[in-house]
């Protein structure tokens, strides 16, 4: 195929990020070969970079919010062609019974497929120049998309699957605690979808992306939020809340913001140390409210995400950092994706 080798960024141990060199694997008959463009530092990398995620094990070749244009096929692959531009999905067995019914979170083989490399490596190299992927671990992207921007298929495919069980309306109130990376994917997925989006923010920059976004902003370092968004909702409350920031705060705010009787709150964001929820299981019982959980994605949600990127019906362009890195100054990416108050940083990996 004429490639021999690539070139990636690993996590040998906490708080340090090198770029490393191996053999490019074969083109398999249903797989291609992605020379990929740009990856951004999702909270999970950055977290492990920290220290906060040792469990995730190393050397971790990670990364997997990436896109690139594809530059070989294998002989199998009818639904992709060279120059393809692309972005990456989750990968499964494709044979299981979870994989079949698009559930790949689940797939029954996950084990053996995130096991080590023969090299030693865990993870899916995409902090990499070029790497060999699964066709059903891709997406089609449009090619008028930056590729940082287009990287936001995965993140984007998760608040799908979210907005999916929180089930929002046209013309309902959606409230989102956090105008981080995820809280504001997470106003631009329902304001998609009809709904009215107030976000509330202590973060003066944050504030900021979220008002030139078109967002109701509530500076919640000033006003009440609680108060703000009864205040904007004539007494009601919102129809549904988002918590997008993993903190004991929200969750208490969140069931004081929604509307008295049948509101739904989702709990979008991790936290660690693990966030505290009180709550009176006879308010959840007599205000008949809906507390949601939501984690990852469904194969369709990765559909349904593309699809939005591509027409524009999403518009991620202010939360991408301006400053953009190359793999050789992984080191510093991490630096600044890991300090408070950034959004997502980029990793220009042919460049």
Known sequence: MGREKMRFSVLTE????????????????????????????CTTDYGQWLGLREHQ?????????GSGVIEA????????????????????????LACRKGDVLHCSNAAS????????YLGGFGFADYFVRNTRSLIKMNPKLDPSEAAFLEPLATVVKGMKKLRVKPLETVAVIGAGTMGLVNAL??????????VSEIMEKKINTAKE?????????????IEKVKELTDGIGADAV????????????????????????????????????????????YRRLEMIGTYAADTIDFFTAGNMLNSGAVDV?????????????VQEAFKAAATPGMYRVSVLLNE
Not at 73 to 96: L, Q, S
């Open 14 to 41: 906490k708080g340090h990020a090198e770029v490393r060199e191996r053999k490019l694997p074969e083109i398999g008959t249903h797989q291609v070969l992605v020379k990929q463009l740009a990856c951004n530092i």
């Open 213 to 225: 976004m078109g967002f109701e902003v509530i500076d919640a370092g000033k006003e009440n939020p």
């Open 57 to 65: 094990g190393y050397p971790m070749a990670g990364g997997h919010e």
């Open 242 to 285: 988002i918590i997008a920031v993993g903190a004991s705060s929200a969750n208490k705010q969140a069931f004081e913001m929604v509307k008295d009787m049948d509101g739904r709150i989702l709990f979008f964001a991790a936290g660690y140390p693990a966030p505290e929820l009180e709550i009176d299981s006879n308010v959840i019982h």
């Open 113 to 120: 497929m995130k096991a080590k490399t023969e090299d030693g």
């Open 73 to 96: 096929v294998g002989e199998g692959v009818k639904d992709y062609k060279v120059g393809d531009f692309v972005a990456i999905a989750y990968d499964g067995c494709g044979e299981c």
């Open 189 to 198: 997925a329902a304001r998609a979808l009809g709904a009215r989006v107030i």
């Open 317 to 329: 362009s202010k939360i991408v950092e301006p400053v953009k890195y190359k793999l050789d100054d």
